[in-house]
């Protein structure tokens, strides 16, 4: 991890599986950066995640999550999306998992 004072263009790695046998690493690039209402950030691979922040009400924040992919030769991103996973299922999965690391 890379941090910048101001945030954009700090970097970070995230590593994980893709269809289940393949090992992938990417390196994630803060592109924006609004404290308490939006952080995106740019995946070497193409995707572009977008966190938002509301506050919910006095005892909490709500955080939404978006990716979408982005890439220079046509119609990879959506092959890739339509094939390698189910979006609004894994950023649900994605949004719960970081709930619980941050209350526990």
Request: proline share 6%.
């Amino acid at each position: 991890m890379t941090l910048t004072p101001e945030g954009v263009g700090s970097t970070f790695k995230m590593m994980g599986r893709m269809f289940l046998p393949f090992y992938m690493e990417w390196v994630l690039t803060r592109e924006e950066y609004i404290p308490n209402e939006r952080i995106v950030d740019h995946a070497s691979a193409g995707g572009v995640w977008t966190y938002t922040f509301e506050p919910a009400d006095p005892t909490g924040t709500t955080l939404s999550l978006a990716f979408g992919w982005s890439s220079k030769v046509p119609l990879v991103g959506e092959m890739i999306d339509r094939v390698s996973w189910d979006g609004d299922r894994d950023l649900d999965l994605v949004l719960a998992n970081m709930k619980k690391a941050i209350e526990s």
